[in-house]
C-alpha cells in the first residue's frame, strides 16, 4: 500500500529517472488486455494470407502450376512474383538479392514462391499445399563447409583489420598456436510469430501493422513494391512479443505480400505464418568457423592473433556486412592485441539468410577470443582468468589502448568489474575446491569460469544514429510521447516516458506512450543495436526541452520573473515566488499562444567509421561486466547443470535498475541457451528440421542457473553525456553466457588433468560435451 | 440432448452443435470469442502461451488443471470448465494475486507468453500450498519465455504462495460449489454424435459404447489427450475422419492397485499415473517428471503413449523393463499381451480393427530386484528423448545376476528389448568387468539413426554408458546429475 504523505509525493514524481519501474504494459500483460497485432479487432472483411515455400534447397524453377491453389474453397486469390506491381525484392540493404517471392531460381528450402489470399487462415494455409511446382535441381550447400569446399561466393565485400605488424611479428613470438572453433547459430525464438496487417486506403494509400523492430524499413520496402511513394505508406507497432533482432528485417516479405494483397483485392489482409513457417522462412544468428594463430609470450601474454571468420550467412547479403564487421570489432573482447590480422569470410549458402540477433555478431567475435585465451592457459599451464588479466586493455597512456580498428578504449573498467566479482563470487577458493573435487570424483566433473564483456555501443554505420521524437502536451496538461524506437519488451517506452516525465518534474501517469508509426517520428532507425533508451531517450529529451525553453520564456515575461525563477518541481511549476500545479500552467500557457508540441532530434556525436581503411571511431561508449559460473557434468552421457552464475554488469547510471536486471538476467539466459541446447540441424537435403519448440530447445525456468545472483555496478556511470549517463544494456549482457560454455569446458578439461585445451565447439549439447569428454581421455 | 457439446467458459453455459472434430479450443477462443488473452506460440503444446484451466469433475471433485488450448480439441471438453485469463482479474480490475505477483517481480517483458505464464501459476496456486523451487519450476516446465530468465517468475510464484485462494478474492474459490452443480447437469445421458461423414465427432458414453462404436467405425481416429494427435491437425493439416473422444470415460481413468502391482486405464493421464507411482517406483515418477511440460502431462495419457507406438514414446520402455501386460479390447471382449509384443515394427503395431488400448498392468519391482530408468536429452525438461535406457535387475545372494530386462527408446524403430545385454550379463556377477564385457552387445541389440535429437553413434556410447551408470547407482556410487535430491 502507499504510505506516502502528501508532502513526499510534492517531493518527488512517481516514475522519475533512474527509478526502478514496473513495464509500462505490465498489468495489460498479466491480464491479457496488452493487443499484439493478432489481437487488435480485424477490419471487415479482411482475407488472411498463406505463404507458399520451396522445397528444394537450390533449384531452378521450370514451371509453377497454382490451379488447383486457386480452386481451393475460400481462396480469393494466388499470386507469384510477377504480379508485384513494383520491384519484386525486399532486400534490406539495397542490394536487390532477396526476390520477395522466388520467380525463376530457389535457393533455399523454405523460400516463399507464391503467396495464397482465402477467407480464412485455414484455407490458405490448406490451399498453399496444393501448389505444382517443377524444378530442376542445382548443387547446393547448407553449411560452412560445404561452401568452402565448393568455392561458394561471398554475398558482400568481406572485411580486414590491420593493426601493427602481424605479417612480421606472428614468427616472432615465443610461443604460436593455431586453431579452429566451430560457433552455431540461433532461432530468435520470439513468442510472437511475424505478423503484418495491411489495410488499404485512398488512392495509393496503405496503412500495415507489422510486428517490426523497424517500421521505417517497412514503410520503405512496402513503397519499393508497390511502386508507390513513401508518404502513402504508414506503418504502425505498438508492440512486439519479443524481437531480438529477428524483426529488424525478417518482417519485410510479410508486410509487403499483405499490402500488395491489399492494394490489388481492397480489402484488409492478414499475414501471420505459424511457428514452423516463421522458423523456416526467417533467418537466424549467423554460425561462424574462426581459423585462429595466436603469437604469445611464456607468461600468456598475446603479441599476435591472426583469424578468420568464415560465416554462414544464407543466400543473400541481408545484415551479414555490418554482422560479420561486428564480430571482428569484438574478436578482441577485452584483450589488447600488439600486432592483428582480422578477416570476415561471408559466406553464401542455400539456406535461409541470416539475420541481426541480440548481439549482431559481436558474441561469436567474442567467443572466437576467449577461446584464444583458454588456448594460450592451457598452454602456459594457468589459470584461464589470469591471462585475461594479464591481456585486458590497459588505462589511457598505458600504451595498450588500442583497438584493432584504431579506437582508444578510453572508459575501460574491465579490470575494476573483474576484480570485484572475482573477490564476491570467491572464484579463487571456489575454483581450487572444484580441483579438488574432480580429483576425487570419477564420473561428475565440475568446471568454474569467469569471463568478462566489453560491448561497442552504437551502429557501425553511422548514419543510423539517429533518432527523433513528438511531444505534445494538451490543453489538460496531459503529455503525448511518441518515439521512433519500438518496444519489444525491453521497456524502452518505460524508460523514454520516464526521461519525458523526469524533464516535465511530473507523475508518469501523465504520459501517454503511443504506438511507433512513421506518421509521427520519419526516417528511423531500428531499434537495434541496444540503442533505442541511448537515442530516443535523448530525442525525448530535446523536444522536452524546446517545450519547457518555450514554457520558461512564457513564464518569465508573463510574471515578470527572471528566466531562472522558473522552476519544474514535482507536478507544479514554481515561478517566482508561487508554485502553479502543472495543468494550470500548461492551460495559461495555451491561452498565451505557446506551441506545446515539439520534435526532438538526436544524432549520436563523436563517432565515424571508414569500413575501407578499417579504421575509425565506430563507437561512442563501450558496457561492461563480467560473469562467473560453474556448472557439473555427466562424464557418462554429456549432461550438465548450471549450478551457480554470479554476474556483475554496467550499465552506466541505469535509467530503471529493474528493466536493466531484467534485460541482463533474460540476456544471460537466452546466450547460455545459444551456447548450450540450442541447435540448428538440417538434414541433406537442405531442410531446416529444428523448426519448432519441440525439436529446437531454448531454455526453461528449470536450466536457469540454480544460484544466480545479478548485480548492476551501482558505481559505474557513463563517461559520455548519454540520457542521465545511462549505458546500452540489451545486447552486452548476452555475451555473460560465455562463461557458462568456459565452465562447461573446465569440466571437460579435468578428465585430462588440464593439460589440453579441450577445443569444446558451440553449442555445447550433452552431445557435444561427451564427445569432447570422449576426445580428452585419448589424449 | 446428445447433439452438443456443452461446458462452461469462465461465467457462461456454452452449447455447440456445430463444431468440426478438430477444432481446437485456441480457435474458438480467440477467433469465435474474441478472447484474445490466450495466445498461439507454437501450436504444438511446447510453449504454453495457449495455456487454460480446464475444470473437471473426478470423483464428485472439481479439480481444474492446466492444459495447452491449441492443442485441445472441443470435443474433448464436454462437462468441463474452462478458464481463461481474462476469468482471473477482480469486476473492479483489481489484479488476481498471481497477477499482481507478477507485475510485481517484474515477471513480464513482451508479454507474449505471459498470459500463459499467469494460467500455470494460477494452477499451481490453486494444488499447492507453498511449493518449492522444484514443484514450482516443475510446474513451468510447459511454459517457454524468451526474455526474462524466468528468476522473476519464479519469484512471483514464491510470492503469492504467501496468500491461499479465498472467495473473497479468488473466482474459482467463489463459484466453486455452483460449477460443481452445474457440471452434474451437464454430464450427458448417452453417445453424443455431431456432424456427418468424415467430420463426425463422437463422445461415447461408456467403454461398452466405444467397443460398439469402433466395431462399426475401425477407421476412426480415437483421441484421449490429443498431445500428439493434435500436431497431425495444427502442424500436418490431416484430417483425422471421424475422431472418438475418450478422454472424459471415467472407467478408462481407473488406477487399481494390488499386491503385485497397479493396473492404469489408458485414459489416466501422466500427472494422475505419478501420484499412483512415484511412491512405489520412484524412478518411474522422476521419468514422468520429464515427460512434456504440465500442462502435455495434464492431457496426455499413458494409454496413447503406448497405442501410438512411437519408437521415442517414454512409457513404453520402462513398462516393457518392468514386465507390464496390455489389455486391448474390442466388442468381442479382451485380450492380455505383453506390452514389448504390442510393438511390431515402426508404425505398426499389433491392435486389430475395432481394438482399443483399455489398461496396461505394471508390476511392481520384486524388493530383492532394482529398477531404474534414465532419459537422455538436448534439453533436461520438456524435451523429446534421444536415447532413453530402463534396467530391472535381479541379483541372487552371491551378487550373480538371476534375471535382468533392459529395453531402450530412440533406439530402434520400436521401443526394443536388449536381449543380447541381457544374455551377456545373466549369470554373470555384477561387477564393473561384467558391464565392461557386455558393452559390445550394444551393437548387436541396436542400430540407431542419426537425426537432429543425437547422432547415432552418441546413442550407442549413451546406452552403453547408462548401463554403467545403473551399475554405479545399484552399488551405492550415484553418478547422475539431479537438479534437486529427490522427488518430493
Known amino acids: 500500500m502507499d504510505k506516502s504523505t502528501f508532502e513526499d509525493r510534492k517531493a518527488i514524481i512517481s516514475g522519475p529517472m533512474h527509478g526502478s519501474l514496473r513495464h509500462d504494459s505490465a498489468h495489460k500483460h498479466v491480464t491479457g488486455t496488452a493487443d499484439y497485432i493478432d489481437d487488435i479487432p480485424e477490419p471487415a472483411g479482411l482475407l488472411h494470407g498463406a505463404l507458399g515455400l520451396s522445397d528444394r534447397a537450390h533449384a531452378e524453377i521450370l514451371s509453377i502450376d497454382l490451379s488447383e491453389v486457386a480452386a481451393y474453397p475460400g481462396v480469393v486469390w494466388a499470386f507469384t512474383g510477377k504480379d508485384v506491381p513494383g520491384v519484386n525484392d525486399v532486400s534490406s540493404n539495397g542490394s536487390h538479392d532477396e526476390p520477395l517471392l522466388a520467380e525463376t531460381l530457389v535457393q533455399f528450402h523454405g523460400q516463399p514462391i507464391f503467396a495464397v489470399i482465402a477467407e480464412t487462415r485455414d484455407a490458405a494455409r490448406r490451399a498453399a499445399r496444393l501448389a505444382k511446382i517443377e524444378y530442376r535441381d542445382l548443387p547446393h550447400w547448407s553449411d560452412i563447409d560445404g561452401a568452402l569446399a565448393n568455392g561458394s561466393p561471398l554475398v558482400i565485400t568481406p572485411m580486414t583489420l590491420h593493426r601493427g605488424e602481424p605479417e612480421t611479428e606472428m614468427p616472432n613470438a615465443e610461443r604460436r598456436l593455431r586453431g579452429q572453433m566451430r560457433i552455431g547459430g540461433q532461432e530468435h525464438f520470439y513468442l510472437e510469430s511475424h505478423i503484418a496487417v495491411a489495410i488499404p486506403g485512398e488512392d495509393d494509400e496503405v496503412t500495415v501493422w507489422s510486428s517490426t523492430q523497424h517500421p521505417s524499413e517497412i514503410q520503405h520496402i512496402v513503397g519499393h513494391v508497390l511502386d508507390i511513394p513513401s508518404n502513402a505508406v504508414t506503418v504502425n507497432v505498438r508492440r512486439m512479443g519479443g524481437g531480438f533482432g529477428g524483426k529488424e528485417t525478417q518482417g519485410n516479405q510479410f508486410a509487403a505480400l499483405a499490402a500488395i494483397a491489399a492494394k490489388k483485392l481492397a480489402r484488409a489482409i492478414k499475414f501471420r505464418p505459424d511457428r514452423d513457417e516463421d522458423m523456416s522462412a526467417t533467418g537466424k544468428r549467423h554460425d561462424f568457423l574462426v581459423d585462429y594463430e595466436l603469437g604469445f609470450d611464456a607468461e600468456g601474454r598475446i603479441h599476435a592473433v591472426d583469424a578468420t571468420y568464415a560465416a554462414r550467412c544464407g543466400f543473400s547479403s541481408d545484415l551479414s556486412g555490418p554482422v560479420t564487421d561486428r564480430a571482428l570489432f569484438h574478436a578482441d573482447s577485452s584483450y589488447f592485441y600488439p600486432h592483428v590480422h582480422l578477416t570476415s569470410k561471408p559466406l553464401k549458402t542455400h539456406t535461409v539468410s541470416n539475420t541481426a540477433f541480440r548481439g549482431f555478431g559481436g558474441p561469436q567475435g567474442m567467443l572466437g577470443a576467449e577461446r584464444f585465451i583458454e588456448e594460450i592457459a592451457y598452454a602456459v599451464g594457468k589459470d584461464p582468468l589470469d591471462i585475461r588479466k594479464l591481456n585486458f586493455y590497459g588505462q589511457p597512456g598505458s600504451g595498450r589502448t588500442l583497438t584493432p580498428y584504431h579506437q582508444e578504449v578510453e572508459d575501460n573498467i574491465i579490470a575494476r568489474v573483474v576484480e570485484d566479482l572475482e573477490e564476491t563470487a570467491e572464484y579463487r577458493s571456489r575454483r581450487n575446491a572444484i580441483i579438488a573435487f574432480n580429483r576425487d570424483s570419477r564420473y561428475i566433473k565440475k568446471g568454474i569460469a569467469l569471463t568478462p564483456v566489453k560491448f561497442g555501443i552504437s551502429f557501425t554505420m553511422t548514419a543510423f544514429n539517429q533518432a527523433g521524437a513528438l511531444v505534445h502536451i494538451y490543453q489538460d496538461g496531459s503529455i503525448h510521447l511518441n518515439h521512433g524506437g519500438t518496444e519489444m519488451g525491453q521497456g524502452l517506452y518505460t524508460k523514454v516516458a520516464q526521461v519525458l516525465a523526469d524533464s516535465f518534474q511530473v507523475d508518469i501517469d501523465r504520459v501517454k506512450i503511443t504506438a511507433t508509426t512513421t506518421a509521427k517520428v520519419p526516417n528511423t532507425s531500428a531499434t537495434a543495436a541496444s540503442s533505442g533508451s541511448d537515442l530516443n531517450g535523448m530525442a525525448a529529451y530535446d523536444a522536452a526541452c524546446q517545450i519547457k525553453e518555450r514554457l520558461v520564456a512564457f513564464a518569465a515575461e508573463k510574471w515578470n520573473v527572471t528566466p531562472s525563477d522558473v522552476v519544474f518541481l514535482p507536478n507544479r511549476v514554481r515561478v517566482g515566488e508561487s508554485e502553479i500545479p502543472f495543468p494550470d500552467f500548461i492551460k495559461q500557457a495555451y491561452f498565451a499562444r505557446v506551441q506545446l508540441s515539439a520534435a526532438g532530434f538526436y544524432k549520436t556525436p563523436k563517432i565515424h567509421w571508414d569500413r575501407k581503411a578499417g579504421r575509425g571511431t565506430p563507437f561512442y561508449y563501450f558496457a561492461y561486466g563480467a560473469a562467473c559460473t560453474e556448472v557439473s557434468i555427466d562424464t557418462l552421457t554429456g549432461e550438465y547443470l548450471i549450478d551457480r552464475t554470479d554476474i556483475l554488469h554496467d550499465v552506466g547510471r541505469s535509467l530503471n535498475p529493474a528493466i536493466d536486471l531484467g534485460q541482463v538476467e533474460g540476456a544471460f539466459v537466452q546466450g547460455m541457451g545459444w551456447l548450450t541446447t540450442e541447435e540448428l540441424w538440417w538434414d541433406d537435403k537442405g531442410r531446416l528440421r529444428t523448426h519448432a519448440p519441440s525439436t529446437y530447445k531454448i531454455p526453461l525456468a528449470s536450466d536457469r542457473p540454480k544460484i544466480f545472483n545479478v548485480r548492476l555496478a551501482e558505481w559505474s556511470e557513463n563517461a559520455e553525456a548519454t540520457i542521465g549517463r545511462s549505458k546500452a544494456v540489451g545486447e552486452p549482457p548476452l555475451m555473460l553466457a560465455i562463461s557458462v560454455l568456459e565452465a562447461l569446458s573446465m569440466a571437460v578439461a579435468s578428465v585430462a588433468d588440464y593439460k589440453v585445451c579441450p577445443r569444446l565447439d558451440a553449442p555445447a549439447t550433452p552431445e557435444r560435451v561427451l564427445m569432447a569428454v570422449e576426445r580428452m581421455k585419448r589424449v | ?488
Open chain 2, 1 to 488: 440432448m446428445n447433439d452438443s457439446i456443452r461446458f462452461i467458459l469462465n461465467g457462461e453455459d456454452i452449447a455447440l452443435t456445430d463444431i468440426k472434430p478438430t477444432e481446437t479450443l485456441l480457435d474458438f477462443l480467440r477467433l469465435k470469442r474474441r478472447l484474445t488473452g490466450t495466445k498461439e506460440g507454437c501450436a504444438e503444446g511446447d510453449c504454453g502461451a495457449c495455456t487454460v484451466l480446464v475444470g473437471r469433475l473426478a470423483d464428485g471433485k472439481l479439480a481444474y488443471e492446466s492444459v495447452n488450448a491449441c492443442i485441445r480439441f472441443m470435443g474433448s471438453l464436454h462437462a468441463t470448465h474452462v478458464v481463461t485469463v481474462e476469468h482471473l482479474a477482480g469486476r473492479d480490475g483489481a489484479l488476481h494475486p498471481v497477477q499482481q505477483a507478477l507485475v510485481d517481480c517484474h515477471g513480464s517483458q513482451c508479454g507474449f507468453c505471459t498470459p500463459g505464464f499467469v494460467m500455470s501459476l494460477y494452477g499451481l496456486w490453486l494444488m499447492k500450498e507453498k511449493p518449492n523451487r522444484q514443484e514450482i519450476e516443475k510446474a513451468l516446465q510447459g511454459n517457454l519465455c524468451r526474455c526474462t530468465g524466468y528468476e522473476p517468475i519464479v519469484k512471483a510464484a514464491e510470492q503469492v504462495s504467501r496468500m491461499r485462494p479465498s472467495a473473497l478474492f479468488d473466482p474459482l474459490e467463489r463459484t466453486r460449489s455452483e460449477i460443481v452443480a452445474r457440471l452434474w447437469a451437464m454430464q450427458a445421458s448417452g453417445t453424443i454424435r455431431i456432424g456427418n461423414g468424415e467430420d463426425r465427432l463422437i463422445v461415447p458414453a461408456s467403454v461398452q459404447a466405444l467397443a460398439e462404436i469402433l466395431s462399426q467405425e475401425p477407421e476412426a481416429t480415437v483421441v484421449a489427450g490429443a498431445t500428439d494427435v493434435g500436431l497431425w491437425v495444427t502442424k500436418q493439416m490431416k484430417r483425422l475422419g471421424p475422431v472418438v473422444f475418450i478422454n472424459h470415460l471415467s472407467e478408462l481413468q481407473s488406477i487399481t492397485e494390488s499386491e503385485d502391482g497397479v493396473t492404469f486405464g489408458a485414459g489416466v493421464s501422466y500427472s494422475s499415473a505419478f501420484a499412483a507411482i512415484s511412491k512405489k517406483i520412484p524412478a518411474l515418477g522422476r521419468l514422468i517428471d520429464r515427460i512434456g511440460g504440465e500442462q502435455v502431462r495434464n492431457m496426455g495419457t499413458i494409454g496413447g503413449n503406448i497405442a501410438n507406438g512411437s519408437p521415442i514414446g517414454d512409457s513404453p520402455p520402462p513398462l516393457i523393463a518392468l514386465g507390464a501386460t496390455l489389455t486391448l479390447r474390442s466388442r468381442q471382449g479382451q485380450r492380455r499381451i505383453p506390452l514389448e509384443e504390442f510393438f511390431i515394427a515402426y508404425g505398426r503395431q499389433d491392435r486389430r480393427p475395432g481394438e482399443f488400448v483399455e489398461s496396461v498392468f505394471v508390476p511392481y519391482p520384486k524388493e530383492t530386484s532394482r529398477f531404474a530408468a534414465y532419459k537422455v536429452t538436448k534439453r533436461r525438461d520438456e524435451d523429446i528423448t534421444a536415447v532413453l535406457g530402463a534396467f530391472l535387475l535381479t541379483l541372487d545372494d552371491a551378487e550373480i545376476v538371476t534375471a535382468i530386462r533392459i529395453a531402450f527408446g530412440g533406439m530402434a524403430a520400436t521401443p526394443k528389448r536388449a536381449h543380447n545385454v541381457e544374455a551377456a550379463l545373466i549369470g554373470k556377477p555384477w561387477a564393473e568387468a561384467t558391464i565392461e564385457a557386455a558393452r559390445p552387445a550394444f551393437d548387436a541389440d541396436y542400430q540407431p539413426l542419426t537425426d537432429w535429437r543425437a547422432t547415432a553413434e552418441y546413442r550407442q556410447l549413451t546406452a552403453k554408458n547408462l548401463l554403467t551408470r545403473f551399475y554405479l547407482e545399484t552399488v551405492g556410487a550415484p553418478a547422475e546429475l539431479k537438479r534437486f535430491e529427490e522427488v518430493a
